[in-house]
């Protein structure tokens, strides 16, 4: 009995070894298949280092997609978590702290960590400015004065310089801000069985296409810490592919090919020429109206995708340099110069001029110097002006008192309401604009003088600086005037028009950027 008892635990432990190793391999293959990959490394891979530089070099666009991630009041983050997807291929996560992650779907939430101790931050601070132009210039002047001056978008257009003895002149209008922070925002990677903590910049990969928080997007993406505590989710992605999401938003998938390929070239230029508008939270462009407006193409369009191709790499140059290719919707019939638009310098590209057949040009002398010679231009309708067909090519604006002083209380130009006495165009540009705009107040000392694109940003109905002001009575104004946009370089509407009258890529853009020429870019991916 012993001998058979002993025979048959040998067979036992025998079959129980075969058993384990089974299921040991079966258990091996479920864990690889069915659960993420965790890696955790002594260093960040090189892909980590974000190179503003060498990405544009490659062919590359870093473009912030959302800002301000981690904000309570951030909408896209309704859940405070930010999902990727993949069908079919795995999504690869590599962060700077060395964390290494692989799956189908990676879900990161952000967590305000409370601090040991305060984090101090001190600056002084220019600004609000309108546009990215004005606040640049602003920079520039106080570099030529020795500050280290950067420019930001906590929101709106900055000038930041670090707090010292030698203060700039007070004529520079800056306040002294102070913040105190108790928390900073941290990211995890959130997964069924454990929690991981992030460090940025982080970056995720596919070798398709990635839905994230149920939007197709691309392939690659950065996670990146910016400048005011919160995130940035910056998409890395090629020259071509940024202006497939560019043009259909920008003039329109419909447009004429001759029209598609002009905005190609114009928009490529634009975003080389601009691409340190970001530079201090490290990416190049964003996606609204403040650069270019860019969504992920749902649909390819044939005439979209072969203007690009057939002007792919082309930008348009002065000097061998790009210029500041500036566009806008519709010029009412006569394109601005660059300084009425901003404080800035004049570029020699960029002239006033009638925007139609030659014979216009016999009936309008520049410059437009008053509101007579620029009610003229705006009543007439014997000849063809290029882009006529825009919906705000003439427009007008009946506005009341109280209108304009709630926008004067919402920008904090004034604290209460008060009788608006008067409104005064007291300065226009060689095209006509209004570069300056008086507001007189009955409990002002002084008169508030809007200036340039300072205008349009406070007086947020207006949709242009082309206009004549006519009192109606005591509570309305009647804002007559053309255009939409700034006025500045070329006149989408005016290209499509130009294009259906079978004008070439070519001739358009040397219609509205005198003196260039069109160049091809040499990029180190090709």
Not at 127 to 136: I, K, M, N, W
Not at 393 to 407: A, G, L, T
Not at 458 to 463: E, T
């Amino acid at each position: 009995m012993q001998i058979k008892f002993l025979n048959w635990s040998g067979n036992v432990e025998l079959m129980m070894r075969r058993f384990n190793f089974v299921y040991f391999i079966y258990g091996c293959w479920l864990f690889f298949l069915l659960i993420p990959i965790f890696k955790l490394n002594g260093c960040a891979e090189d892909s980590l280092e974000i190179n503003l530089t060498q990405e544009l070099k490659n062919g590359n666009f870093l473009i912030g997609l959302k800002q301000y991630l981690g904000d309570n009041n951030e909408k896209f983050l309704e859940r405070k978590n930010i999902i990727f997807e993949t069908k079919n291929d795995f999504l690869e996560l590599n962060s700077f702290n060395g964390l290494k992650y692989k799956s189908k779907k990676i879900n990161i939430i952000f967590k305000k960590i409370p601090l040991k101790s305060p984090l101090i931050t001190e600056r002084l601070v220019f600004g609000p400015f309108a546009s990215y132009e004005s606040a640049q210039r602003q920079a520039k002047k106080l570099k030529e004065k020795g500050y280290e001056a950067k420019v930001a978008y906590p929101k709106n257009w900055e000038v930041w310089i670090p707090v010292t003895e030698n203060l700039p002149d007070r004529k520079f209008n800056y306040k002294f801000v102070k913040k105190s922070k108790q928390s900073k925002i941290i990211p995890f990677l959130i997964s069924e069985y454990s929690e991981q903590k992030l460090q940025g910049p982080i970056y995720i990969s596919s070798s398709e296409d990635i839905r994230i928080n149920d939007i197709n997007f691309g392939k690659k993406f950065y996670l990146a810490k910016d400048s005011y505590g919160t995130w940035t989710l910056i998409q890395k992605i090629k020259f071509d592919d940024y202006l497939k999401g560019v043009l259909p938003y920008e003039i329109g998938s419909n447009s004429p090919l001759e029209a598609l390929k002009a905005q190609a070239v114009i928009a490529r230029t634009w975003a080389l020429y601009n691409s340190e508008r970001f530079n201090i939270d490290n990416y190049h462009l964003c996606i609204s109206t403040q650069c270019q407006v860019y969504k992920p193409p749902k649909i390819e369009y044939e005439n979209v995708n072969k203007a690009i191709a057939d002007t792919s790499n082309l930008i348009i140059t002065y000097k061998s340099k790009p210029i500041n290719s500036f566009y806008h919707g519709s010029n009412g019939g006569i394109s601005a110069s660059a300084s009425e638009s901003w404080r800035i310098k004049d570029y020699v590209y960029f002239n006033p001029m009638i925007d139609g057949l030659d014979s216009l040009k016999k009936s309008f002398k520049l410059p437009i110097e008053n509101r007579d010679q620029l009610n003229k231009l705006l009543e007439f309708t014997d000849e063809k002006f290029y882009g006529d067909k825009h919906s705000l090519f003439r427009w007008k604006k009946i506005i009341s008192n109280e209108d304009i002083q709630n926008v004067l209380i919402k920008n904090q130009l004034i604290e209460e309401k008060s009788d608006l006495i008067d409104l005064n165009s007291i300065e226009r540009g060689l095209s006509g604009r209004v570069t300056k705009l008086e507001i007189n107040l009955r409990n002002l000392k002084k008169p508030i003088v809007l200036e340039k694109d300072d205008i349009r940003r406070i007086l947020s109905f207006l949709p242009s600086n082309l206009f004549t002001i006519n009192k109606l009575n005591d509570n309305l104004w009647l804002f007559k005037g053309g255009g939409f946009g700034h006025g500045v370089g070329l006149s989408q509407s005016g290209a499509i028009e130009m294009a259906e009258l079978g004008f070439t890529y070519e001739q358009i853009l040397n219609h509205y950027y005198e003196g260039t020429k069109i160049k091809r870019i040499e990029i180190l991916s090709q």
